[in-house]
């Protein structure tokens, strides 16, 4: 709850002030599509709905992520959501 509050607060913010905002996660938010399954290298569906949700309406240009040790190229609405092997 505090994270979600602070991510949110944050993504306000930047969208106010800022004229590129990018995710880095640790997670990405999918690694095949935006209403996959639950799995052990995305986010549970409905946090994932929320952040997606969330990062369209802020304008945000590209997610960036980790965690699955190949590399992705995905899109969601327009994101970029890149995930890399190594970093």
Known sequence: EKHDAWFTEELLK???????????SHYPPFVATPDEADDYFNLPPEKRKQLLTAVKAAGVKAWLAGHVHKNIVLDYEGIPVVASATT
Do not use: A, D, N, Y
């Open 14 to 24: 930047t969208t106010q002030s800022s004229t590129h905002t990018l995710i880095v």
